[in-house]
């Protein structure tokens, strides 16, 4: 069992940044792929980035590279996800998710926080 906690959002102006993080419970999170997906107001939940248990492995979706980072210290047992050159359109709730195969897909991941609310003003 694997209980993740998020923090970090609030509410920033276009083009700062924000790091996000997610604090794991249990010993066994270095052995989980870690992911970040995101919820805007009336829409779906979507991939964000997912990285490998030992960081050796990352992943994102095509229209946050090089703007989105995750990272993650399995010492710490903490997920990143640094946001810069934030935009309005990065409005929405972030969810960190522990899986065990690397995946974009939600039903993949078998444990999630509750989420934090990021809001970008214009």
């Known amino acids: 069992q694997v209980q993740l906690v998020e923090s970090g959002g609030g509410l920033v102006h276009s083009g700062e940044s924000l790091r996000l993080s997610c604090a794991a419970s249990?010993?066994?999170?270095?052995?989980?792929?870690m992911g970040w997906f995101r919820q805007a107001p009336g829409k779906e939940r979507d991939f964000v980035a997912h990285?490998?248990?030992?960081?050796?492995?990352?992943h994102y979706v095509d229209s946050l590279k090089g703007r989105f980072t995750i990272s993650r210290d399995n010492a710490k047992n903490t997920v990143y996800l640094q946001m810069n050159s934030l935009k309005p359109e990065d409005t929405a709730v972030y969810y960190c998710?522990?899986?065990?195969?690397?995946?974009?897909?939600?039903?993949?991941?078998?444990?999630w926080g509750q989420g934090t609310q990021v809001t970008v003003s214009s």
């Open positions: 998710a522990a899986g065990s195969v690397p995946s974009v897909i939600q039903s993949d991941y078998d444990y």
């Open positions: 249990g010993r066994t999170f270095s052995t989980y792929f």
């Open positions: 990285i490998s248990s030992w960081s050796r492995y990352t």
